[in-house]
């Protein structure tokens, strides 16, 4: 379970993120959604311990992400290319991580067998480096190597952005699939409604720091979305 108490972000004298109180169990699919600038980057970064609060606790498993070191070892998470190791092939990157990860040759085959479809033949056996890779395969890497190691959480700050059709739909497959058969924990930020309201159980809506609404019936979700952002 992870818990968030009494969180906020300062700049200056801008509150960009006031969040009293938000617990997410364990196994759910969360999704986070608002508009440019509602802070959904800022959550995530803080709940990673990326960013400090200006105030307030985040908890994963009761262990406060800034005090503490062992939840680092069960959280995955791809938030944007920085989190890369830019000057390796992926081959390379996906071995240095297998080896900070403790797993087999075959640990690391059996897990990058399963996003053969997604990778699409661009990633793996090529030569050529993260940093020249396009922005749809950049994310491809990050994906693939935030749910390397069974970790338990999974945070994926907007993964169909850049991605073709075809790859967001293989990727609600991955996550649909990760969540039924290893119960991750999956937090999910992104603009695109109809993918977030297809994989994820849940939904909270921010708008300028603050939760707006916390939607949890699948079936009304999307309408409630639409009709917010339609405005
Ligand atoms: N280092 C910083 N200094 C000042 N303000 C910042 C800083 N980082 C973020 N902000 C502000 O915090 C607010 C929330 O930004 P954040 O990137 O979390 O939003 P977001 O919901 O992820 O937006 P987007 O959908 O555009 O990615 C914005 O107003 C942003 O300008």
Redesign the pocket.
Known sequence: MIKITELKKQ?KE?V?LDVPLLEIPKSECFGLV??????????FRIMLDLVRATYGVVEIEGNDVSKTEDWKRRTGAYLDEHMLLSYLTADEYFQTLRKIYGLSEADLHLHLAKFTEFFNDEITGKKKYIRDLSKGNLKKVGIAAALMGNPEVVFLD?PFENLDPSSQIRLKKLILHEKETSQVTFLI?S?DLNHVTEICDRILL?EK?KILNDLRDRSAMLAELDAYFTG
């Open positions: 700049y801008a960009v608002g508009n440019n600038g509602a802070g959904k980057t800022t959550l907007e930020s603009h921010l720091g």
